[in-house]
């Protein structure tokens, strides 16, 4: 037997003895009535509060992902810059070279 068709015979000798349960003593499956209504009403804003605590995660995993790109693109452009900057000293001192050269002779 699989496993899912033993989760729903057991699922239906549960429902049956809830049943005869209620038949035999209602006064005593009123109240457990109330403590189970009770204890899913727990269970619903437990879950509830887990939805929104993974809710609240979701967007701060997104607001890290969104700072991480904006920050690598402007690394990024930093290094571009910065390449653009070494390569203007290297002409400049290039340039100053010839011109120190040229005084010289």
């Known amino acids: 037997m699989r ?4 989760c729903h015979v ?3 000798a549960e429902r049956k003895n809830v049943i005869k349960f ?3 003593n209602p006064a ?3 109240i457990f009535q109330e403590h189970l209504n009770s204890m899913v ?6 879950l509830e509060r ?5 809710e ?3 967007r701060d995993f997104l607001d890290a992902i969104s700072f991480e790109k904006a920050r690598a693109s402007s690394v990024s452009q930093l290094e571009h810059k910065l390449q653009q900057c070494e390569r203007l000293l290297a ?5 100053q070279l010839r011109s120190d050269d040229d005084e010289g002779i």
């Open 3 to 6: 496993l899912i068709e033993k």
């Open 10 to 12: 057991l699922e239906d």
């Open 22 to 24: 209620a038949k035999e």
């Open 28 to 30: 005593d499956f009123n």
């Open 41 to 46: 009403v727990r269970d619903k804003q437990r």
């Open 50 to 54: 887990r939805l929104i605590n993974l």
């Open 56 to 58: 609240l995660r979701e």
């Open 91 to 95: 002409n400049y001192e290039t340039a």
